[in-house]
T-cell receptor, first 115, second 113 residues
Framework: DAGITQSPRHKVTETGTPVTLRCHQT?????MYWYRQDPGHGLRLIHY???????DKGEVSDGYSVSRSKTEDFLLTLESATSSQTSVYFC??????????????FGPGTRLLVL | SQQGEEDPQALSIQEGENATMNCSYK?????LQWYRQNSGRGLVHLIL?????REKHSGRLRVTLDTSKKSSSLLITASRAADTASYFC?????????????FGKGITLSVRP
């Protein structure tokens, strides 16, 4: 999985609790992304980062925050988990080719169940 | 908003047959990519075709892009049981210094031995 790890791989939590998912890469890629995958919706972008401390919102960012204090780590926080955030979360990375990042490389995913 | 829409949603073929999957999109793109996802795993990049290209090959994969029809197709020739997976098209668009991918909902391919 292109030097990308996600932790934890599985998590069960209760509604209202904060949850942090971690993505760690060893590829020194500049760009990192968080997606969620749900049946019938495919992959949807939550947040992405284009450098240390540089992040931006994606399509479904409500209820999520991110932080990137080091090139290799990108954290996704569910501030107060809800059942609608039960999903499989994927981290992805990419680097620049000719100034534009194109191909993305995905981590193994984190299965989150919010009860 | 979903950009790529794959067709069919599910495809079942016999080993050795060819598999053709289609993707349509709505707005301008800079590139279109195809990814594969095996059950319980992350997505794996298969092939990228840029908006000024019409056809690309990679091993048993052939992808075409018709920007006038806003559509792409992925052909897997001589399919194998190991090709059983979900396949996603993703449209890439450059936005300033960044680019984003928008994924379709995926096609489930089953290859029967």
């Amino acid at each position: 999985d292109a030097g990308i790890t996600q932790s934890p791989r599985h998590k069960v939590t209760e509604t209202g609790t904060p949850v942090t998912l971690r993505c760690h890469q060893t590829e020194n890629h500049r760009y990192m992304y968080w997606y969620r995958q749900d049946p019938g919706h495919g992959l949807r972008l939550i947040h992405y980062s284009y450098g240390v401390k540089d992040t931006d919102k994606g399509e479904v960012s409500d209820g999520y925050s991110v932080s990137r204090s080091k090139t290799e780590d990108f954290l996704l926080t569910l501030e107060s988990a809800t059942s609608s955030q039960t999903s499989v979360y994927f981290c992805a990375i990419s680097d620049s080719s000719g100034g534009k990042q194109e191909t993305q490389y995905f981590g193994p995913g984190t299965r989150l169940l919010v009860l | 908003s979903q950009q790529g829409e794959e067709d069919p949603q599910a495809l079942s073929i016999q080993e050795g047959e060819n598999a053709t999957m289609n993707c349509s999109y709505k707005t301008s793109i800079n590139n279109l990519q195809w990814y594969r996802q095996n059950s319980g795993r992350g997505l794996v990049h298969l092939i990228l075709i840029r908006s000024n290209e019409r056809e690309k090959h990679s091993g048993r994969l052939r992808v075409t892009l018709d920007t006038s029809k806003k559509s792409s197709s992925l052909l897997i020739t001589a399919s194998r049981a190991a090709d059983t997976a979900s396949y996603f098209c993703a449209t890439g668009l450059y936005t300033g210094a960044n680019s984003k991918l928008t994924f379709g909902k995926g096609i489930t391919l089953s290859v029967r031995p």
